[in-house]
């Protein structure tokens, strides 16, 4: 096929457009600088998954996996010049199961939870995470419980199982007991599944607290700056 003559410059000026106003955007507005964050943020991790899902496959489902997501996600903090200062994981109990709750402000929890995951520790994760390509067959693999928040009942008995398991394949579990994101400051009243879990399995619950994101980030004020500290306490 021979292209029209003229295509080729409307192509090289698109190209230099785009070349001039990407850097004028990043630069110039916050805004703009907020959603390029957060696409190359979701991008990089579907892409990332990419690369886990045959090294994963090797095993099957297996939270053994998640050690290997774990080590593929770390380095997210220094492409965010996000520094993550680490308090008190001494009180991790040292090798026994238990239930982790944590508070949930946005998706970049998870590179304060990969900071501090422990062994064999798997989230739980709304059932929605399973669907989102690359990333939910990973999380498969690595082991994620997906759970269906529309679904009560199910949504329960996959946590009673999960009980079970805790105690026979020696595991932990991480739960965000407000059951959704929440920046707002404050923190939303807790779900009861990571309490009946913790009782029903006679396992310890070990709470974790992500200081606020405010100073670094902002999903309603689309501003997403770099450099800042978060503090990760356990207490
Ligand atoms: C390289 C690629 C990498 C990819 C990334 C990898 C990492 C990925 C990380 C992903 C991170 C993703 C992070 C995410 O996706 S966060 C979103 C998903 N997580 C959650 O939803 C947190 C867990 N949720 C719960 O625990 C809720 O309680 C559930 C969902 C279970 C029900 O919630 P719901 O709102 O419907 O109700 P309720 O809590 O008011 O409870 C209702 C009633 O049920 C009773 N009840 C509850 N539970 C139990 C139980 N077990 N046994 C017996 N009874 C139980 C309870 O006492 C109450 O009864 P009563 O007291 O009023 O009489
Ligand atoms: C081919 C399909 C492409 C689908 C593209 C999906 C894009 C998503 C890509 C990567 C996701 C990165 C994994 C992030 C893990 C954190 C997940 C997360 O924080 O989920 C939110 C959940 O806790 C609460 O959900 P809601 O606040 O109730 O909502």
Redesign the pocket.
Known sequence: MELWPGAWMVVLLLFLLLLFVLPTLWFCSPSAKYFFKMAFYNGW?LF??VL?IPVCAVRGRNVENMKI?RL??LHIKYLYGIRVEVRGAHHFPPSQPYVVVSN?QSSLD?LG?MEVLPGRCV????RE?LWAGS?GL??WL?G?IF?D?KR?GD??SV??EVAQTLLTQDVRVW???E??RNHNGSMLPF????F??AV?AQVPIVPIVMSSYQDFYCKKERRFTSGLLFGIFNF
């Open positions: 991790i990332l998954a886990a997501l593929m996600l949930h998870l939870m989230p739980i994760a709304k995470l990333a990973a999380c690595a994620v759970i928040r009560t949504a329960i946590m009673s739960v965000f007991p059951g959704t779900k009861r599944g990571a009946h879990l029903q």
